[in-house]
């Protein structure tokens, strides 16, 4: 090798050095100036206007390009001066209260506001979590025409004023509102500069009632919306739905009772509800809600409801025993209260009762004819059996031909006689509804009343059975009689009357008499007025035209004692005065 060779090296390794460490030297220069109007790296000029600098990683002593690894790892976009705008809260009112129909302006005033931002107004109502948007500063017409939204800028621009105008304002306007700056999306690197500030308005309307609950099944139903349903014995709360500000002063009232507790227990919450528990058929009608505050006391809100109770088919009756006649009509109705209104069917002697074509029994709902009675057919048990989804009642209609109770003709109890009683009686219905009666069991019986210590007993004689008589009987008879010997004077007697016929024994009519100490006269006038049978059923008489004068009609016998009594107070009279002289 030439001496020519070895500087040749020698100087491509000199400069090879020199230039790595002029690229060094230059990376610390940059690093070490904190702010520069330009970089040049190589034959490119960077503005620092739009760079800026960060602490590089070790360059690397085989890179072979410095320049455009500097340029990838030592520099960056830099971030643009951002003024951030704040809120001016002087003279600023946050609270406002207003009337229904008034109207409502909210300003916001942001101080140093620039177009890197927008101004927005967003609303939340009273309960729920989201956020309604109102206006913005980059939109053109507001969401809603009672609302206006106006930004006035100060003369030098460094602060704007966002008025939220509000007309008319009704109870839906009430609510949180907020006035919100924004940087605009792509001014920011990782996170956009905000800011609120929030107002309240209040808006002071009357009270109204909207309805009154529960309006839910199966309480409730939309083709019935005025009526409210509820079973017997259940609890239930009433709902008056109503709203104002402030809030409104509830009451209710049962049509025809100026206060509940006149008809019905219940309670009335703090929010207006009214409870009603263990309701019964009695809670039944319509009901008032009425509402009112300051701004309607002298005319409240109301809305009725009509309140049903519904409960099982019930009756007064289980048991009716009909009595008729061979051939005769005879009409069977169950009398049933429920709610809902119930279904009926018949059943005779326990099973379904058929109807059949031509049959003397036809059935409709709750009655049941029977044309031309027939005893071997028709003498039997029908129940009707009445059902709703509440429960079901029955009603049994027992019909026989046994005779009714005949009809005792005398008119006093106590006899004439100590020791007989005439008992007399009729036939009564049986003769009407054409019951056979083919005799008569008479009972009777003597009642003492003695007491024992402080305990007063009955006695009877016979003690064991009273003493019967069977007397036969007719319906063509008319009037029977009867006389009860061997009695005991100063007495009291039980009788009992009763019919039979070939169906079995009728109801018993009973008569109580009482037997004098000693036997009455009675004049041959009284004994032919008593026995006659027009005067032991005597009709409405008219009573007598009065002529002025005192009248007295009196029967010989009578007059015969009379004068015998004035006979013997006269020697009395005598007497006494002949012992005083």
Request: with cysteine.
């Amino acid at each position: 090798m030439d001496v020519y060779s070895i500087l040749t090296v020698f100087l491509v390794v000199a400069s090879k050095v020199l230039y790595l460490q002029a690229g060094k030297s230059f990376r610390n220069d940059l690093i070490a100036i904190p702010t520069c109007n330009t970089i040049i790296l190589g034959s490119t000029v960077f503005p620092c206007a739009n760079r800026y600098q960060r602490n590089c990683p070790e360059l690397p002593l085989n890179e072979p390009n410095p320049g455009a690894w500097m340029r990838r790892n030592c520099l960056d976009p830099t971030r643009p001066t951002v003024i951030t705008p704040f809120f001016n809260r002087s003279n600023t009112v946050f609270n406002h209260t207003r009337t229904q129909g008034e109207n409502v302006v909210l300003r916001c005033r942001v101080n140093r506001f620039n177009d890197k931002f927008i101004l927005k107004w967003t609303k939340r109502d009273k309960g729920s979590e989201f956020s309604e948007p109102i206006f913005s500063s980059n939109m053109k017409t507001p969401i809603n025409s009672r609302r206006n939204f106006s930004m006035v800028y100060s003369p030098d621009n460094q602060s704007v004023t966002a008025e939220l105008r509000i007309f008319q304002l009704g109870p839906n306007d009430a609510g949180v509102y907020r006035c919100v700056f924004q940087q605009i999306s792509g001014f920011g690197s990782r996170s956009d500069l905000s800011d609120e500030q929030v107002y309240r308005i209040t808006v002071r309307y009357p009270a109204k009632v909207r309805g009154i609950g529960p309006r839910m099944a199966p309480f409730w139903s939309w083709d019935q919306p005025g009526r409210i349903y509820v079973n017997e014995t259940d609890n239930i709360t009433l709902t008056c739905i109503a709203d104002g500000f402030p809030t409104p002063i509830v009451l209710w009232q049962l049509q025809d009772y100026p206060s509940l507790s006149e008809k019905i227990n219940s309670y009335t919450d703090l929010d207006g509800s009214l409870y009603l528990p263990q309701i019964t058929r009695n809670y039944s009608g319509t009901y008032t809600c009425a509402a009112r505050n300051i701004l309607n006391r002298r005319r409240s809100s109301s809305r009725t409801v009509e309140l049903v109770v519904q409960y099982p088919p019930q009756s007064d009756q289980s048991y009716v025993e009909r009595k008729v006649g061979a051939g005769r009509y005879v009409l069977l109705q169950g009398l049933f209260t429920g709610l809902p209104i119930p279904t009926y069917h018949w059943l005779k002697n326990g099973k379904p009762l058929s109807t059949r074509n031509n049959s003397p029994e036809a059935v409709s709902g709750r009655k049941l004819v029977i044309v031309g009675l027939e005893p071997a057919e028709h003498y039997a048990n029908y129940t009707c059996v009445a059902t709703n989804v509440l429960g079901s009642a029955s009603i049994t209609f027992d019909v026989n031909g046994r005779p009714y109770p005949p009809t005792i003709l005398n008119r006093k109890r106590f006899g004439a006689r100590r020791r007989s009683f005439e008992l007399s009686w009729s036939p009564g219905l049986n003769a009407v509804h054409i019951i056979p009666v083919t005799s008569y069991n008479l009972l009777y019986r003597r009642v003492e009343i003695k007491s024992v210590g402080n305990v007063m007993k009955v006695n009877y004689y016979p003690n064991d059975a009273p003493n019967s008589v069977i007397l036969a009987g007719s319906l063509s008879e008319g009037v029977r009689r009867f006389y009860l010997t061997e009695l005991k004077e100063n007495s009291t007697y039980e009788t009992a009357v009763c019919p039979m016929n070939a169906y079995g024994k009728g109801e018993c009519a009973n008569f109580t008499f009482f037997t004098p100490t000693e036997d009455m006269i009675v004049s041959p006038t009284i004994i032919e007025e008593t026995e006659n049978p027009a005067e032991l059923s005597p009709a409405p008489k008219s009573l007598p035209v009065s002529t002025g004068r005192a009248s007295c009609r009196v029967a010989p016998s009578c007059l015969l004692t009379m004068i015998a009594l004035a006979v013997f107070c006269i020697s009395n009279m005598e007497i006494l005065q002949y012992e005083k002289t």
